[in-house]
């Protein structure tokens, strides 16, 4: 999606009233919002999704979205032994529609908010198929049967609060560009202000935050999301 931090607010918050700069101003803010999102591990601006997903071999009743935060009450899910992730034809229609809670339901994690969908009274389905290199067929997932469209993103206060950061961080950077120097940056917002002078945030930069700005990194923290292996 496009960047969401806006180039006029950003000019008003820096006292800039002509176009001279915009160029440069546009790739401040294009270049800190392309860290966050790198740094957090996702693009936070609220957004549908479309996975394809195949079931199970085993028995497993599990099935972990990809994208978060998961809106819970957007999650819709279809079944079709022959849907090939989309590729089968006249596949996932209104008739292939499955019902939270009766065929599944979703569960979304604390803290990164991810999405498990949950198979009910029965497993996600399998297929007995016959391998190249077997004369008997064995069970195996049914390939590409599942999908899921849904809606993940933060919701319009939290995106207020990043990208009243995220200018923050932006206004240091191009004061930085500006003087050669480093950044010299007082500011404030909603009741919060922030000091950040050439040098009291370089510890930051050892594998910690890449901002100038501690408001930023403690902002942008609160919704970072690690990644983890499930075994």
């Known amino acids: 999606m496009a960047n969401p931090l806006c180039l006029n607010r950003f000019k008003s918050r820096m ?3 002509v176009d001279t700069y ?3 101003l546009q790739e401040t803010l294009d270049s ?4 966050a999102v790198k740094w957090i591990g996702y693009d936070p601006q609220l957004q549908e999704y479309t996975e394809y997903f195949s079931g199970s071999e085993t028995g497993g009743f599990n099935l972990y979205l990809g994208k978060s935060p998961v809106v819970t009450g957007s999650v819709v899910v279809y079944l079709n032994c022959q849907g090939f992730y989309g590729q089968g034809g006249n596949t996932f229609t209104s008739s292939d529609l499955l019902v939270r809670g009766q065929d599944y339901a979703v569960r979304v994690e604390e803290g990164i908010r991810s999405g498990i969908l949950y198979a009910i009274n029965q497993s996600w389905p399998y297929q007995y198929q016959i391998l190249p290199q ?3 067929a064995e069970r195996g997932p049914c390939v590409g049967c599942i999908k899921v469209v849904y809606e993940a993103g933060l919701d319009a206060a939290e995106m207020k609060a990043i ?3 995220l200018l923050t ?3 240091a950077n191009f004061r930085s560009q ?3 120097f480093g950044a010299i940056l007082n500011d404030s917002m909603d009741g919060a202000s922030v000091s ?4 009291n945030n370089q510890s930051l930069y050892k594998g910690r935050s890449p901002f100038v700005s501690p408001l930023t990194a403690g902002t942008l923290s609160l919704y970072r999301r690690i990644p983890v292996s499930r075994l």
Request: aromatic fraction near 8%; hydrophobic fraction near 50%; glycine fraction near 8%.
């Open 169 to 171: 961080e932006a206004a």
């Open 134 to 136: 077997n004369l008997s």
């Open 32 to 35: 800190v919002w392309a860290l």
């Open 15 to 17: 006292g800039i009233t």
């Open 163 to 165: 990208t009243n950061a």
């Open 196 to 199: 950040v002078s050439p040098f």
């Open 178 to 180: 500006a003087t050669g």
């Open 22 to 24: 915009d160029v440069d």
